[in-house]
């Protein structure tokens, strides 16, 4: 079992940066491909933003944020960040990390892991 908490969310205006966590707990992060995805207000389904492997590398991003957005893993502390630059209005979402067995799994938001999310509101 893996336990996943996002925090460092929070209400910034448009062109600021915000800085996300994930920290993992019960098992480590190694074998698995881990992963950023937002759900926007009134939507259902949950838009993959970025992605990163286990040994730190590989990172993919949704064209939406590439650029802006850059996922980082801290292997030794079992936690994962987002850091996320020039954001936008509709960037607004809550923001989930999960765990995946692998990145095909990921990118099509199939997960066995999720965190609870963390809400990112950034004003006009």
């Known amino acids: 079992q893996v336990q996943l908490e996002e925090s460092g969310g929070g209400l910034v205006q448009a062109g600021a940066s915000l800085r996300l966590s994930c920290a993992a707990s019960g098992r480590t992060f190694s074998t698995y491909d881990l992963g950023w995805f937002r759900q926007a207000p009134g939507k259902e389904e949950r838009e993959f933003v970025g992605s990163i492997g286990w040994s730190g590398a590989n990172t993919f991003y949704a064209d939406s944020v590439k650029g802006r957005f850059t996922a980082s893993l801290n292997s030794a502390k079992n936690t994962m960040f987002l850091q996320m630059n020039s954001l936008k209005p509709e960037d607004t979402a809550v923001y989930l990390c999960?765990?995946?067995?692998?990145?095909?799994?990921?990118?099509?938001?199939?997960?066995?892991?999720w965190g609870q999310g963390t809400q990112v509101t950034v004003s006009s």
């Open positions: 999960a765990a995946c067995q692998n990145l095909r799994s990921l990118l099509r938001g199939r997960c066995d892991y």
